[in-house]
């Protein structure tokens, strides 16, 4: 035993990555329908920590996999987040987390009094149930003792893992319906005009008497395919081709406009020809589609942009993404020239900008360093929820002149999830000394009181989320993991729900409440006489 223990304190990136290895399988573990997932591998990390206390990497490598994680979320989903903060349902998550961690604060300040526990190990055991680094290092700041990050390093665990059977229990007690979102498909219909309205209208009056979400890439005219222009104007015997993501929208136009003639269009491709192009050059990317500057003399219609694995109404405002497909019609002669404007490489899919990553990260770490002045409490730092305050409105701009602020979808998960299993790996190497040394001084009444803090914080955060306001139950379940804090509960969340929208809700709450478990960690320290 003492080889194996040498081993994995001499060579610390073997014993990371093993521990990433065993944390995974013990993550696949499945008992009746709950798996830990990636969250399996913090609490092997504090398995292989304790067994060998000097085996952790440093600590800087679980802060860049910490970074990695939060930024790749940021970029991601900041459209939806400053939508959604202005939403009533924003506004209804942030009061509800809000209410989950301030009745948990006021559990671990009761403790003092109640339980004698000293007022920085209180604290430090809401900091862990909360599995927030910065509101520790705001209370180590406060104080001169270290019972804070005693207590933190023991409550840290249950603040991972009763959130996630937290979330587990309910699901299976309330037995939601989850509508998972399929895939949308771009629908075409071939409608022949009879609808005598319709005789002599210019095509820009005809785009708002339709229904909303349709369109017309081309009409078939005298034998020959088209594409409509403002100076178009409809006569008897047009066929016009809708498309739309929405297959009722495209019944009513067929309803509206005349009836269907299956192939009139799409069996003649002498004029145009429809491809799928890659959108992968720097030029296109992050542009929206009304802003693309086609080649001179070319004409082409984009009927369909397919992200990820659903297609997407190509309006004008909507923004290309690297590695989008886009279908268009196009003449067959230009088609060359249109596959070099968007570029169409494959490898798009995969590729990101070092340099926008290099930059919005620095960008997001000096933020963070910039002390808030907060009156009868102090000044406070953000640390990494500046940053990931900062991606997520970079997300939301998506391109700053040449520097291209968003990322392929495919590289987005790898690099987040590579850098969250980083982080559980690292944190669990380098907590599981202090913990098992702490539970074996302290016995079960830190672990205890870290449990009742973390179910608090679940408990009410759930009740606010689930029965007061009434949120969809996967906004609901990101809420908690916003509100609870480690990025494996949001983990496990995701893949509960199925959806994207717990990884909305987490990035709605997440940066307001890291500020806030530091405001009430000051402040507390402040009241408890330190």
Not at 34 to 42: H, P
Not at 98 to 108: E, F, Q, R
Not at 194 to 205: D, I, Q, R, T
Request: proline share 5%; charged share 15%.
């Amino acid at each position: 035993m003492e080889e194996i223990k040498l081993l994995l304190e001499t060579q610390p990136l073997f014993t990371l990555f093993l521990t990433i290895a065993l944390g995974y399988l013990v993550g696949e573990i499945n008992i009746k329908g709950f798996a830990l997932g990636s969250g399996a591998v913090l609490f092997v990390g504090l398995a292989v920590g304790g067994f060998a206390a000097k085996a952790a990497p440093p600590g800087v490598l679980g802060t860049m996999g910490l970074l990695l994680f939060l930024y790749g979320v940021g970029i991601q989903y900041g459209a939806q987040f400053f939508k959604g903060l202005t939403s009533k349902e924003g506004i209804k998550a942030n009061a509800a987390a809000t209410l989950g961690v301030l009745g948990a604060g006021c559990v671990s300040v009761a403790l003092v009094p109640f339980a004698g526990l000293a007022a920085d190990e209180s604290l430090g055991i809401f900091a862990g149930a909360g599995t927030s680094t910065a509101t520790l290092q705001a209370i180590l700041a406060a104080v001169t003792s270290n019972g804070a990050a005693v207590g933190y390093s023991v409550a840290y665990p249950f603040g991972v893992a009763i959130p996630i059977l937290g979330i587990y229990i309910l699901k299976a007690w309330l037995k939601p319906k989850i509508d998972l979102p399929a895939g949308q498909v771009v629908e075409t219909a071939e409608i022949a005009l009879l609808n005598s309205a319709f005789y002599g209208v210019g095509f820009p009056e005809l785009i708002p008497r339709l229904p909303a979400g349709v369109m017309i890439a081309a009409i078939r005219r005298e034998h020959h395919n088209c594409l409509p222009s403002d100076d178009f104007v409809l006569a008897p015997g047009d066929v016009l081709l809708a498309t739309s993501t929405d297959k009722s929208a495209l019944q009513n136009t067929v309803a509206l406009l005349g009836e269907l003639q299956p192939g009139r269009i799409t069996s003649h491709r002498e004029d145009f020809d429809y491809i799928r192009v890659f959108a992968s050059k720097p030029s296109v990317v992050g542009c929206a589609i009304g802003d693309l500057a086609l080649p001179a003399g070319i004409e082409c219609s984009i009927i369909q942009v397919r992200r990820g694995d659903s297609d997407l109404h190509p309006s004008p405002d909507l923004i290309l993404e690297v590695g989008d497909r886009v279908g268009l019609l196009v003449p067959r002669d230009k088609i060359k020239n249109i596959r070099a404007f968007f570029g169409d490489s494959i490898k798009g899919t995969a590729d990101l900008s070092y340099i926008s990553i290099g930059i919005g990260a620095a960008l997001g770490l000096l933020v963070g360093l910039i002390p808030l002045a907060i009156p009868g409490v102090g000044k406070l730092t953000l640390g990494l929820a500046a940053l990931l305050l900062v991606a997520l409105y970079l997300g939301k701009i998506r391109r700053s002149g040449p520097f291209v602020w968003t990322m392929p979808l495919s590289a987005n998960l790898v690099l987040r999830n590579f850098g969250l299993t980083i982080f559980l790996a690292q944190v669990g190497l380098a907590s599981g000394p202090k913990f098992f040394a702490t539970v074996s001084t302290t016995g079960a009444s830190f672990l205890l009181y870290g449990a009742l803090i973390a179910t608090a914080l679940v408990l009410i955060t759930a009740f606010f989320c689930l029965v007061v306001f009434r949120l969809p139950f996967d906004t609901a379940i990101g809420v908690i993991s916003g509100a609870t804090g480690n990025p494996a509960i949001l983990a496990f969340a995701s893949r509960t729900a199925g959806t994207d929208r717990p990884d909305v809700g987490y990035a709605m709450i997440f940066p307001s409440m890291t500020i806030f478990k530091i405001v009430f960690a000051q402040i507390a320290v402040i009241l408890l006489g330190g």
